[in-house]
Antibody, heavy 124, light 106 residues
Framework: VQLLQSGPGVVKPSQTLSVTCAISGDRVANDSVAWDWLRQSPSRGLEWLGRTYLRSKWYEEYAVSVRGRITITPDTSRNEFSLQLNSVTPEDTALYYC???????????????WGQGTLVTVSS | DIQMTQSPSSLSASIGARVTITCRASQNIITSLNWYQQKPGRAPKLLISAASNLQSGVPSRFSGSGSGAEFTLTISSLQREDFATYFCQQSYGIPSFGGGTKVEIK
């Protein structure tokens, strides 16, 4: 499985951050896995942002810290998924990662494949 | 939210040394604990899942143990390629990570 991220490196405050993750070696519509977004910064460490997954229908789950500002969207035609984060501030400056989530049993969940990371700086 | 605390935050060790990193959870997470290795400029790499299950291709000098709220990652004989930052991640609740342990050359 390979995940290839793309997106702008600089976003102005109050605007929308958008990053896309293209999947090869798996399908975004695989109903045995999930597709996650995380970020990493010196101030916040590694932080899980949310995920999308297909289990007869599409689900999205988001971290409380970004709920209301975040949207994760799968695109089955392009076999990719995307992150949108609205109303960004300098605190959203971070290295953003996409990852594949594996959940073999209740309470077990890990990230076995990661994108290369996209450094997003929020600055005017 | 479940808080994860790693110790130490950094350590220096020699090639061949035995290294132990500890991760403590703010509550009982049974064995819902994973370990990752991250090298500079790279994404984290999964080493161990469910507290003690070594991922395919990961050298056997890495091992994980623990249950409940205290876990350890052990490197039995440190190699040059092991110098990196290590993170624990719990999956009992919403995923969260420890602050990391940077392993440096002594």
């Amino acid at each position: 499985v390979q995940l290839l991220q793309s997106g702008p490196g600089v976003v102005k405050p109050s605007q929308t951050l958008s990053v896309t993750c293209a999947i090869s070696g798996d399908r975004v519509a695989n109903d045995s896995v999930a597709w996650d977004w995380l970020r990493q910064s010196p101030s916040r460490g590694l932080e899980w942002l949310g995920r999308t997954y297909l289990r007869s229908k599409w689900y999205e789950e988001y971290a409380v810290s970004v709920r209301g500002r975040i949207t994760i969207t799968p695109d089955t035609s392009r076999n990719e998924f995307s992150l949108q984060l609205n109303s960004v501030t300098p605190e959203d400056t971070a290295l953003y990662y996409c990852a594949r989530g594996i959940a073999p049993a209740r309470g077990l969940y890990w990230f076995d494949s990661w994108g290369q990371g996209t450094l997003v700086t929020v600055s005017s | 939210d479940i808080q994860m605390t790693q110790s130490p935050s950094s350590l220096s060790a020699s090639i061949g040394a035995r290294v132990t990193i500890t991760c403590r959870a703010s509550q009982n997470i049974i064995t819902s604990l994973n370990w990752y290795q991250q090298k500079p400029g790279r994404a984290p790499k999964l080493l161990i899942s469910a507290a003690s299950n070594l991922q395919s291709g990961v050298p056997s000098r890495f091992s994980g143990s623990g249950s409940g709220a205290e876990f350890t990652l052990t490197i039995s004989s440190l190699q040059r390629e092991d110098f990196a930052t290590y993170f624990c991640q719990q999956s009992y609740g919403i995923p969260s990570f420890g602050g990391g342990t940077k392993v440096e050359i002594k």
